[in-house]
């Protein structure tokens, strides 16, 4: 197995400095069954992570109703690690209480979830706060006067955004510099080699507005692991209630998983090492954000690093997908 160094990039056109790999903290939690219910479990993954060079987490308050904001706290706190050379992002828009005022990107929300996400990570200041999705019922004026705020009380260092149109995303860069708002740093959204509708939506804007990219979903929920067969059994585990990756076992993308599994056998690599290294290769991306379970597929990801691919083996892997925006995702 390849084991990368870990390296450091800067978030967009910030001198935020980040691992080139983020761990996610969404499968730390028990709100679904195939979360990591074991907090000792989810420890040792982050503290392993720290040990790797990681510095950059990212969460968010919706994450397990705030279950994974606490274990990425707790970790944290207990870690022998200068805080100021961690980088914790974390999110806000999903509903967290029923009733009025549970969700949203209202000024009111946005204010009382900051206070809420600070305590559960036990930390002075968020680095990376993100609007995790675009609140059609509030004014961005009013969002992003709510982030400013944020910022300027020190509670926030960096505002990001994540999954939305790029009409969308431009009209809140340009709602910011027109009204001397804090500006979106970053945009988190669905990036793959076999997901790439954001090529053709907001990854051409986010490189002209040197915006930095964190993708989610880097291994289309373990489609790009190589452990699902084109003639095996797709009805079981995950994918028998994911609509999305039901959705990706298509002609188009088992091609990209046969081309994937020959060039990972030429580079003494996995699957999921050539995915990643595809997407490291990216000038547009400053960061995938990973999600494993256990310290195994962690150290498999981190072993992306040390993956260098040529022109040739990137044209292979992309030739069988040709990048639609697709409206249905891109408008949730």
């Excluded at 706290?73 to 029923?98: F, I, P, Q, S």
């Excluded at 804090?182 to 804007?205: G, I, K, T």
């Amino acid at each position: 197995m390849k084991v990368g160094a870990m390296e450091y990039t800067h978030l967009g056109d910030t001198g935020l400095e980040v691992s080139q790999l983020c761990l996610g903290c969404m499968n730390f939690g028990t709100e679904q069954p195939w979360m990591v219910h074991d907090r000792d479990q989810a420890r040792a993954v982050i503290e392993r992570a720290l040990d790797l060079g990681i510095n950059f987490f990212d969460t968010a308050n919706v994450y397990s109703h705030g279950e994974s904001e606490s274990i990425l706290g707790d970790v944290l706190a207990d870690a022998d690690r200068d805080r100021a050379e961690l980088v914790v992002a974390t999110k806000v828009y999903g509903e967290m209480h029923e009733g009025p005022n549970g969700q949203g990107l209202s000024r009111k929300h946005v204010l009382d979830q900051a206070e809420a996400s600070l305590e559960r990570l036990g930390t002075d200041y968020i680095d990376l706060y993100q609007i995790h999705r675009w609140d059609e019922h509030t004014p961005i004026e009013e969002t992003l006067s709510a982030l400013d705020r944020l910022v300027e009380d020190g509670k926030v260092r960096y505002v990001g955004a994540s999954t939305m149109p790029a009409w969308r995303f431009m009209k809140a860069l340009h709602e910011a510099d027109v009204d001397n708002y804090e500006r979106f740093v970053s945009m988190q959204c669905e990036y793959n080699l076999v997901d790439r509708h954001e090529e053709a939506n907001v990854l051409p804007l986010c490189a002209d507005q040197e915006i930095g990219v964190i993708p989610w979903s880097p291994l289309a929920g373990g489609f790009l692991t190589g452990k699902y067969d084109r003639d095996g059994d797709p009805d079981s585990g995950r994918a028998a209630t994911d609509e999305f990756m039901e959705k990706r076992f298509t002609d188009e993308n088992w091609a990209v998983v046969e081309e994937l599994r020959e060039i990972a056998d030429a580079n003494d690599a996995t699957p999921a090492q050539v995915a990643l290294a595809w997407l490291l290769h990216k000038e547009v991306v400053d960061a995938p954000i990973v999600g494993p379970r256990t310290i195994d597929h962690l150290e498999d990801n981190v072993g992306a690093l040390a993956v260098d691919l040529t022109d040739a083996e990137i044209d292979r892997l992309e030739a069988p997908v040709t990048p639609v925006w697709n409206r249905e995702i891109g408008d949730v």
